[in-house]
């Protein structure tokens, strides 16, 4: 069974950055690009970008690039975003989710995790 | 960017019945599109890729159509667990993005 698991909740300062992660398994973590999404009120659903955690090669949502950082551990099965230069637009809730195919045409969200709130309040 | 038009926005629909929901693309998209249900509190969950392709244990009621520009996602004998809000995405070209939701209820 597939199963992508996220670190927990996070209150953070404006200004300030936070990292979460990943953890994916029941299947080869190199197989398979991990996206990032972010679900707020007002802007709906939005891709953040994509890692190819074999070659540790990104790709970003221009609208997100120099907000957030994608990496990937092989050695834990575990992908990480980051968030820096946190305001109050960055209070969402942020998912991962699994490619759906190998094939990098297959660029629908088969698997997602449960999902990190981050709430930027001073 | 392709922007992603859903409609209805809202739909109140009862027990039995059959419902469709709209996508239409800013451009052709060639069946790029996946469908997606999101139940409250819960990560959104695929239905259907690539159009008109089922997601692994879906149920056979949920179906995907279209080409070109206008796709639709069909309900057939809608039950008490399909309330949840559903979601269009493209991923014929970069950035991926999303409709803006149906939100389904029960008449």
């Known amino acids: 069974e597939v199963k992508l698991q996220q670190s927990g909740d996070e209150l953070v300062r404006p200004g300030a950055s936070v990292k979460m992660s990943c953890k994916a398994s029941g299947y080869t973590f190199t197989d398979y690009a991990m996206h990032w999404v972010k679900q707020s009120p007002g802007q709906g659903l939005e891709w953040i970008g994509t890692?190819?955690?074999?070659?540790?090669?990104?790709s970003y949502n221009q609208k997100f690039k120099g907000k957030a950082t994608l990496t990937a551990d092989k050695s834990s099965n575990t992908a990480y975003m980051e968030l820096s230069r946190l305001t109050s637009e960055d209070s969402a809730v942020y998912y991962c989710?699994?490619?759906?195919?190998?094939?990098?045409?297959?660029?629908?969200?088969?698997?997602w995790g449960q999902g990190t709130l981050v709430t930027v309040s001073s | 960017d392709i922007q992603m038009t859903q409609s209805p926005a809202s739909l109140s629909a009862s027990l039995g019945e059959t419902v469709t929901i709209e996508c239409r693309a800013s451009?052709?998209?060639?069946?790029?599109l996946a469908w997606y249900q999101q139940k409250p509190g819960k990560s959104p969950q695929l239905l259907i890729y690539?159009?008109?392709s089922l997601h692994t244990g879906v149920p056979s009621r949920f179906s995907g159509s279209g080409s070109g520009t206008q796709y639709s996602l069909k309900i057939n004998s809608l039950q008490s667990e399909d309330v949840a809000s559903y979601f269009c995405?493209?991923?014929?070209?970069?950035?991926?993005?999303f409709g803006g939701g149906t939100k389904l209820e029960l008449k």
């Open positions: 989710a699994r490619r759906g195919g190998i094939g990098t045409t297959s660029n629908w969200f088969a698997y």
């Open positions: 690539n159009a008109n």
């Open positions: 890692i190819i955690p074999l070659i540790d090669t990104t």
């Open positions: 995405q493209q991923y014929y070209d970069y950035p991926w993005t």
């Open positions: 451009e052709d998209i060639y069946n790029g």
